[in-house]
């Protein structure tokens, strides 16, 4: 007979469950590819008459500032990502979902930088604040689903790996919540004040998220630890 892996599976952390967190990271990183491949498609080239191309590139500006914000959303999503499920050692159908969901939110990002950037390109004032407050949405709801997936893992500590701070995923919720927060002042500011505005905000809250990313963590871990493990010389003989 097999060995009996009941045990494992039941066991936080056992290899069963490391497998499917594996996958479950494996599937996401995917899907951010896919999500952060399908920004750099609405930066089509201009189909200008010669001596017109300089100009029109310039006149391009919208989606070039749309694509960048976009993109430093969807670049630190993943880096945070990947910072969370490295302190997850087991999963199960709740986390699965509040993954998914944070999927979900991010994929729709393409589409609002989409509309955003043709709007400001070519659409009067009434369609850049419809177009601001899509943005300001899509952006308020994948802070959202951040903060789902956040509380749902400060509240089962069972899947977490032991060495993790009990602070750490309370503190990554408020990130998230200023995130809501912050688009949806944006929101406000740009259908009531001015949709350029709005754009500032957009720009510095992916800045804000890149400062304070949970993946700096990371890097500060190991480069503490590189400076607490010296490299010897090598000896001579």
């Not at 200008?48 to 989606?63: H, I, K, N, T």
């Not at 990502?81 to 979900?104: E, M, P």
């Amino acid at each position: 007979m097999g060995a009996d892996t009941t045990g494992d599976e039941a066991r936080p952390g056992g290899p069963s469950l490391r497998r499917e967190t594996s996958r479950l990271l494996s599937f996401s990183d995917g899907v951010f590819a896919i999500i952060i491949t399908l920004l750099v498609l609405d930066l089509q080239p201009p189909r200008v008459g010669r001596g017109q191309l300089l100009d029109a590139l310039f006149e391009q500006w919208p989606a070039y500032l749309a694509y960048v914000t976009s993109y430093v959303i969807v670049a630190v999503s993943w880096i945070n990502h990947r910072a969370t499920f490295n302190r997850v050692t087991s999963s199960g159908k709740g986390l699965q979902w509040y993954n998914l969901g944070v999927l979900f939110s991010t994929a729709l990002l393409p589409f609002a930088t989409s509309v955003l950037s043709q709007a400001l390109r070519e659409g009067d004032r009434a369609d850049q604040r419809a177009a601001v407050v899509l943005y300001g949405l899509a952006g308020a709801f994948l802070s959202l689903t951040w903060l789902g997936l956040y509380h749902y893992l400060a509240r089962h500590r069972d899947l977490l790996d032991e060495a993790v701070a009990d602070f750490f995923f309370p503190s990554e919720r408020a990130r998230a919540a200023a995130g809501v927060l912050g688009y949806s002042l944006a929101i406000l500011v740009g259908y009531l004040v001015n949709p350029l505005f709005a754009l500032g905000i957009f720009l510095l809250l992916p800045i804000f998220f890149s400062l304070t990313s949970s993946g700096l963590y990371e890097l500060r871990r190991l480069r503490r630890l590189r400076h607490s493990h010296p490299r010897h010389p090598r000896s001579r003989r």
